[in-house]
């Protein structure tokens, strides 16, 4: 029912995006540096449930909305569109690194997850994510709407969840080594930045049109 490449195609924006630094992962490696890597698990839970909260709040409403308002991919299209090319520019003008150590006062393991989950919860780049960008990847065409999100929303979920471990376990490392190196600074906001843009041409070019279920 999900086509091959509407999962690539949310794998490389999930990873585009998470890759891109943004305020769960500020967040995530303040904590990890700060706390230590259980605080920054305990925190990333958080931002897992954050996740689980947009998945289902958008695809209740997907099905019923592409539907009822075919015309309504084309906007959504074209504003996922824009928010990656925004996010490019950001991404290639960019200067301040999320691997900057910064002090921060020892939470309690409740504290950390609801921040987390806070944190993820008021992040507009996932919130505009699932609203704009996930769903034009959805074809109604091939019906099972509701299918189609969630699944696509947990190919998301599962980047950027293993993503963000990873940067959990090895904040501490990244920061030493990206202190002595900033070149490879560079070089991740003009990967990223390059890699958004290309995603935004392909979203706003793509000629494919809603069938209503």
Same mark, same amino acid.
């Given at each position: 029912?999900?086509?091959?490449?509407?999962? #690539?195609?949310?794998?490389?924006?999930?990873?585009? #995006?998470?890759?891109?630094?943004?305020?769960?992962?500020?967040?995530?490696?303040? !904590?990890?540096?700060? $706390?230590?890597?259980?605080?920054?698990?305990?925190?990333?839970?958080?931002?897992?449930?954050?996740?689980?909260?947009?998945?289902?709040?958008?695809?209740?409403?997907?099905?019923?909305?592409?539907?009822?308002?075919?015309?309504?991919?084309?906007?959504?299209?074209?504003?996922?569109?824009?928010?990656?090319? =925004?996010?490019?520019?950001? *991404?290639?003008?960019?200067?301040?690194?999320?691997? +900057?150590?910064? +002090?921060?006062? $020892?939470?309690?393991?409740?504290? #950390?997850?609801?921040?987390?989950?806070?944190?993820?919860?008021?992040?507009?780049?996932?919130?505009?994510?699932?609203?704009?960008?996930?769903?034009?990847?959805?074809?109604?065409?091939?019906?099972?709407?509701?299918?189609?999100?969630?699944?696509?929303?947990?190919?998301?979920? *599962?980047?950027?969840?293993?993503?963000?471990?990873?940067?959990?376990?090895?904040?501490?490392?990244?920061? $030493?080594?990206? *202190?002595?190196?900033?070149? =490879?600074?560079?070089?991740?906001?003009?990967?990223?930045?390059?890699?958004?843009?290309?995603?935004?041409? !392909?979203?706003?070019?793509?000629?494919?049109?809603?069938?209503?279920?």
């Amino acid at each position: 029912m999900v086509s091959s490449s509407a999962v #690539l195609g949310v794998f490389a924006v999930a990873l585009a #995006l998470v890759l891109t630094p943004g305020p769960n992962m500020i967040y995530l490696v303040s !904590r990890s540096i700060s $706390q230590g890597r259980r605080a920054g698990a305990v925190s990333l839970a958080g931002v897992a449930l954050g996740f689980l909260v947009y998945l289902t709040a958008t695809n209740l409403g997907l099905a019923a909305v592409f539907t009822a308002v075919p015309a309504l991919y084309t906007a959504v299209k074209l504003a996922g569109a824009a928010y990656l090319a =925004w996010l490019a520019v950001q *991404a290639l003008r960019g200067s301040v690194s999320a691997f +900057e150590p910064t +002090e921060l006062q $020892q939470d309690s393991t409740r504290r #950390l997850f609801t921040m987390g989950l806070v944190t993820n919860l008021l992040n507009p780049k996932i919130a505009i994510m699932y609203i704009s960008v996930i769903p034009q990847f959805v074809d109604p065409a091939a019906g099972h709407l509701l299918l189609q999100g969630f699944t696509l929303g947990s190919v998301q979920i *599962a980047v950027a969840v293993a993503v963000n471990l990873a940067i959990v376990v090895l904040a501490g490392s990244i920061a $030493q080594f990206l *202190a002595v190196r900033p070149t =490879w600074l560079r070089v991740q906001r003009y990967l990223m930045g390059t890699v958004l843009g290309l995603l935004a041409v !392909r979203i706003a070019t793509d000629g494919g049109r809603p069938v209503p279920a």
